[in-house]
């Protein structure tokens, strides 16, 4: 039996590259921690999407930092659906080690992967692997939370293929196991429009949180507030491999 995604998984096809305004007018306000990872990467960095999917994050990257050289990997064949210049390999986390060198990459990012995965290990000891000394990690995945919001679309079941659910806990063993330094490890909310007015670091992300809220009646927004801490639903992690670590 296959253990590739169905092509319809993916969604369509689109190669497109958005103009850095455009990322960042329709950037949703949770992913503001991937967009600081992303523009804080060093001059031509080399970076690899684990689980690279339709290429959204890859995307984001050759649009914010057009310097830097992406490489893709995913258990199905998406190269479809990547922009031209990725370069990508196809194969399991089990891989990581036999598609990539060793310590080749100055950042890593990876989202909405280990959740699909029964044992972690594999993923983190490929990961540790293929980062060089000093690499940086970003790693998103579905928060415990999801397991009790069978009313959303996001309830951790809807999807088929997860199997694995992480708390803040959970992942800062994993994390610290595999030999890295923790810089962010955080929940937060992909319903924007549960986030206070205000919120966000720019103009743009404040103007766009409060016409939301200005949408929804009084008694949903009291109903929002109230259940805000079930409805962080994503977890997000920021690593830096350690030195001592990649030398051993």
């Known amino acids: 039996m296959s253990n590739e995604f169905p092509a319809a998984y993916f969604g369509g096809t689109d190669t497109r590259i958005p103009s850095p305004e455009v990322v960042r007018r329709t950037l949703a306000p949770f992913k503001r921690t991937l967009l600081a ?8 960095a080399r970076v690899l999407d684990v689980g690279c999917g339709s290429g959204k994050a890859i995307k984001m990257i050759r649009s914010l930092r057009p310097d830097v050289t992406i490489s893709g990997m995913d258990i199905s064949d998406v190269s479809e659906h990547l922009p031209e210049g990725v370069r990508f390999k196809k194969g399991t986390v089990e891989d990581l080690t036999k598609l990539f060198p060793g310590e080749t990459f100055d950042a890593i990012i990876c ?3 280990i959740e699909h995965l029964l044992y972690p290990m594999p993923l983190m000891d490929g990961i540790t692997a293929l980062l060089a000394p000093e690499g940086r990690l970003f790693l998103e995945t579905p928060n415990w939370t999801r397991l009790f919001a069978p009313f ?3 309830y951790f079941y809807n999807d088929y293929t997860h199997v694995r659910v992480f708390s803040k806990f959970s992942m800062s063993r994993l994390l610290l196991d595999s030999g890295f330094t923790i810089d962010t490890l955080r929940t937060v909310s992909s319903c924007t429009w ?9 103009g743009r992300v404040k103007a766009t949180t ?4 200005d949408r929804q009646s009084l008694p949903v927004r009291v109903l929002a507030r109230l259940l805000n801490p079930l409805m962080r639903d994503v977890l997000i992690a920021v690593a830096t491999k350690h030195g001592a670590h990649a030398k051993k």
């Open 152 to 154: 959303a679309h996001f």
């Open 210 to 213: 409060e016409i939301t809220h």
């Open 194 to 202: 549960l986030q206070s007015k205000g919120e966000g670091e720019e």
């Open 111 to 113: 989202q909405h992967v």
């Open 37 to 44: 990872f992303i523009e804080a990467l060093p001059e031509n």
